[in-house]
């Protein structure tokens, strides 16, 4: 079962920033694209950001496009998401999981594997 696991999140002031780390455990993450969710409390669950197989092509929401970058290293199994700029609605509990690539692109909308634990990441003062 695809399974990720996620850490890096905390408490940050406004304007700050943070890395989330997303691992594999028992296969290679290599072999998928990976997107990056959040959760906000209240509110469903969006996609943030993808990133394809070959990393060759990544995918943002409008809101944190210019702020977050998604990013993979297959020799360390992880993908990782970098997020500067920080702004109190960027608080949520953010989630990594298995997506689809079709041709070189990553679908957020087409999730595959199982939601893991996330990482709360709160931007506040």
């Known amino acids: 079962q695809l399974q990720l696991v996620e850490s890096g999140g905390g408490l940050v002031q406004p304007g700050g920033s943070l890395r989330l780390s997303c691992a594999a455990s028992?296969?290679?993450?290599?072999?998928?694209?990976i997107g990056w969710f959040r959760q906000a409390p209240g509110k469903e669950r969006e996609g943030v950001s993808c990133i394809s197989r070959s990393g060759g092509s990544t995918r943002y929401v409008d809101s944190v496009k210019g702020r977050f970058t998604i990013s993979r290293d297959n020799a360390k199994n992880t993908v990782y998401l970098q997020m500067n700029s920080l702004k109190p609605e960027d608080t949520a509990v953010y989630y990594c999981?298995?997506?689809?690539?079709?041709?070189?692109?990553?679908?957020?909308?087409?999730?595959?594997?199982?939601w893991g634990q996330g990482t709360q990441v709160t931007v506040s003062s």
């Open positions: 999981v298995a997506v689809a690539d079709v041709q070189g692109l990553c679908i957020m909308t087409l999730t595959r594997g199982s």
């Open positions: 028992g296969f290679t993450l290599d072999y998928y694209a």
